[in-house]
């Protein structure tokens, strides 16, 4: 791509994804219970490093909220940081051992409909966890993913209490920042070169920044408190950068908990990995697949190094992956530009990030959940099926009830449900003439087919004749052949003829 493309659609997009990452990589630290940097460095990481090497060229790495409560436990009980970021660290070789030995292929097994019930049940959450933080509710951290809230409550709770503990200026300004997001995508708008120039998310923030200003000179009553701003860490001459990194406890390393602490963290990171890249496909404009082996080995160097800095473990992330596409994103310049700029703006301007209110961000993660779970997403799931239909829905459920992983396990265990409904059905074929039946295997037929089997043969009246054909199988299970020959054994007293081709009973 050359530059002109790259200022036109990478590095607006890049500037988005900045906006959104750097309150989520905080949250998820504070969530986690490590320090407040190590998600900035997992952040800047996650973007270079998996950016360079992967070849995915949309999805946008950094720290996940799927992997707080992991993380949290892990500190606990390894007892220190540093325990921690060993296990990380080793959770990164793992990976790259995932990466060649061609484990990625997990990822061509999601479901379609589970898939884009996935990106509809995360577009739901951004909504329902992004809505108290527009209203000036800031109890829980950005990024908050789970149903069950660390202040006891749920997320519908959550969203409610929020309705009574408002901050009347964070509601002005979060409704200010959507209804600029609405207009800056109307088509209309865009033909003029000025809202061409300028990524609509820019200009939410400096009008958020700018009316706060407005409102603490004019009308202090209005204007938003220290809690209700992006709070990022300061650097001082006492305390350089260098004082902000973590390195890993190397001594710990005959501690048998860092390995399964490392195992379960290459593990859910790899899947969160997987998932969010097959979602980040089906956004993809042009339809380009990523190389998931690939995928998996960048993740294992970008958790490495991240480990070895101080900083929290990667995956691939929906949130800013998603808003990444939405944002126009070509190439994977964006994302390694998106952590470009989170470097710097921490290093050179962290007190303009200390202004930006957290409602207009909250504003723009809102536009970026409606347009994944747009009704018509819904409509259009709806009108292809009950079979698609509802894995489709049951994953959006019950990832919101629960948690990405969980959810997405459920959606999977209805779709083959119904994946094995549709092929049991296909595999055999029963026809008819007056009395004359004839009952045709399609394809290789295992133990599934049996009761499929047996209630085809009670469809089969006395006086009858039947030929059970398997010419096209090359797989016929014994449960299947037992079935058959306890079907013949019965005919008897109903005059049923059996006749058999290309089927061979044991004696």
Known sequence: MNMKDFFKYDFPASAVVFLVALPLCMGVALASGAPIFSGLIAGVVGGIVVGSLSGSPLSVSGPAAGLTVIVYLAISKLGSYEAFLLSVFIAGILQLVFGFARAGLIGNFFPNSVVKGLLA????????????????????????????????????????????????????????????????????????????????????????????????????????????????????????????????????????????????????????????????DKLDPYRRITPLNRELKAQGVANSISGLLGGLPVTSVIVRSSANVNSGARTKASAITHSIILFFAILVIPQVLRMIPLACLAGLLISVGYKLAKPELFQEMYQKGISQFLPFLTTVVMVVLTDLLQGVFWGIIVAVFFILKTNFHQSIILVSNGNSYLLKFTKDVSFLTKSTLRNTFLKIPPNSKMMIDGSNSHFIDQDIMETISDFIKSCNANNIDVELKNISLPN
């Open 121 to 280: 049940a995360i577009g739901l959450i951004l909504i329902l966890k992004q809505i108290p933080h527009a209203v000036g509710y800031d109890i829980n951290f950005e990024g908050d993913e789970s149903f069950i809230q660390k202040d006891g409550r749920n997320t519908f709770s959550g969203a409610l209490d929020a309705l009574d503990a408002f901050a009347p200026g964070a509601i002005i300004i979060g409704l200010f920042s959507l209804l600029i997001l609405f207009l800056w995508e109307r088509p209309s708008l865009k033909k003029h070169r000025f809202f061409g120039l300028f990524p609509g998310s820019i200009v939410v923030v400096a009008f958020a920044i700018l009316l706060n200003w407005l409102f603490s000179v004019y009308i202090p009553a209005l204007a938003l408190e220290e809690k209700h701003l992006v709070s990022v860490p300061l650097f001082s001459e006492s305390r350089g950068l260098s004082s902000f990194f973590t390195h890993p406890d190397f001594t710990m390393w005959n501690n048998p908990k860092i390995y399964i602490t490392a195992l379960t963290i290459a593990i859910v990171a790899s899947l969160e990995t997987l998932l969010s890249i097959e979602a980040c």
